[in-house]
């Protein structure tokens, strides 16, 4: 890696962890904002990705804490799901070195278009606790080893598949499964980070800048969340969906 930051890219880079953080606490995505931007910058793909990942830590960490905090979560519950979603997102990141993740390109969109639908024709999901569909402990098995390997493997709308999944099989309200969610996207971000530290493919200046920008946008999109609920969530939720539909179909099928 050739890359050389100059000293009027840290403010950039700080305002991008800034927003990304702010809007992945809220309905995940951030992703769709800090990449493009560290591209941009002249990152190959591979470094591109490690430091999109050390930055994203810090946001996902950032969010799990002021939920925690603010007794949306009790992270003792989140134990089992956060040890499986390690596990999960360790198997991804090996696996992604083994097999072409192309064809998720393709898929995965159609999972994200669902979800949006779904959300829309179903306008008091999430609104209240209900009755869960699964017992706790198959949830966390299927969903930490699922959604953390695929976070491992290719990662885009993973906090997303995690509210959706918190809603629907625990009935989860919506603010209390995005708090869920970041708790679980930051173990995946934990696991996958290793990976990439180890490979050496990692820009710390560009990713540790990021990461105070994510820390300070997460805080203040973890209290909106907090402080407004479902009502706020929704259209913030279904926006990044769409917005993150369209560019994985674009990936796939625009060039």
């Not at 991804?92 to 097999?99: E, F, W, Y």
């Not at 993740?101 to 179903?122: N, Q």
């Not at 180890?198 to 946008?217: H, I, K, W």
């Not at 805080?219 to 539909?245: D, N, Q, Y």
Request: one cysteine or more; aromatic letters at 12%.
């Amino acid at each position: 890696m050739t890359t050389m930051f100059k000293l009027w890219h840290l403010p950039l880079l700080f305002g991008t962890g800034l927003v990304a953080g702010f809007v992945d606490a809220i309905a995940g995505g951030g992703g769709l904002i800090t990449l493009p931007v560290l591209l941009s910058f002249g990152l190959d793909p591979r470094h591109a990705l490690g430091t999109n990942k050390l930055q994203a830590t810090f946001g996902s960490g950032s969010a799990s804490w002021h939920y925690a905090e603010a007794k949306t979560i009790p992270l003792k519950d989140c134990t089992r799901g956060f040890v499986l979603s390690l596990v999960g997102a360790a198997l991804g990141t090996l696996a992604v070195q083994q097999i072409d993740p192309s064809f998720l390109k393709r898929a995965i969109p159609v999972l994200l278009i669902s979800a949006a639908i779904y959300t829309l024709l179903k306008p008091r999901l999430g609104a209240e606790d209900l009755h869960p569909r699964m017992a706790r402990g198959v949830f966390d098995l299927s969903f930490g080893l699922l959604l953390g390997f695929y976070d491992g493997f290719f990662g885009p709308g993973v906090g997303t598949f995690w509210t959706m999944a918190f809603m629907l099989g625990l009935g989860f309200n919506m603010t209390r499964a995005t708090g869920y969610a970041k708790v679980m996207n930051f173990a995946s971000n934990l696991s996958s980070l290793a990976f990439f530290l180890l490979g050496g493919n990692v820009c710390f200046a560009a990713g540790l800048t990021m990461g105070v920008g994510q820390v300070l946008g997460a805080k203040l999109g973890a209290r909106m969340v907090i402080t407004r609920g479902t009502k706020f969530i929704r259209p913030v939720f279904i926006s990044v969906v769409l917005a993150l539909t369209l560019k994985l179909l674009y990936d796939a099928y625009g060039r």
